[in-house]
Nanobody, 126 residues
Framework: QVELAESGGGSVQAGGSLRLSCTVS????????WAWFRRAPGKEREGVAS???????TYVDSVKGRFTISQDDAKTTLHLEMDSLKPEDTAMYYC????????????????????WGQGTQVTVSS
């Protein structure tokens, strides 16, 4: 069975940086599309960034210029480099993937992804 596992979360002060990672395991090849979502207490799940197997990236406006999504050549590991972190970024972060390819930027919609990790907590203090 395909499983995703996140790592790299933690607590930092505003202005700091963190790098999240997500690795896929199971009988599968590389993914066609990846994404990071987040959910803060009392708020709805929000798409943060997505990337295709051709490295086309999409970001939510609130993280543009601060976050960078990337993947390894085999399309089996995902990263999210987070710089200039703000308290508003505090949330549980989830990685998601789908085996199918996507042409153009992948919309930040959860229904476009089939596999999900259990999440890693990011806490940013003021």
């Amino acid at each position: 069975q395909v499983e995703l596992a996140e790592s790299g979360g933690g607590s930092v002060q505003a202005g700091g940086s963190l790098r999240l990672s997500c690795t896929v395991s199971g009988n599968t090849g590389g993914m066609g599309r990846w994404a990071w979502f987040r959910r803060a207490p009392g708020k709805e799940r929000e798409g943060v960034a997505s990337i295709t197997s051709s490295d086309k990236a999409t970001y939510v406006d609130s993280v543009k210029g601060r976050f960078t999504i990337s993947q390894d050549d085999a399309k089996t590991t995902l990263h999210l480099e987070m710089d200039s972190l703000k308290p508003e970024d505090t949330a549980m972060y989830y990685c998601a993937s789908h085996r199918g390819r996507w042409f153009g930027g992948v919309p930040l919609e959860p229904q476009l992804f089939e596999f999900w990790g259990q999440g890693t907590q990011v806490t940013v203090s003021s």
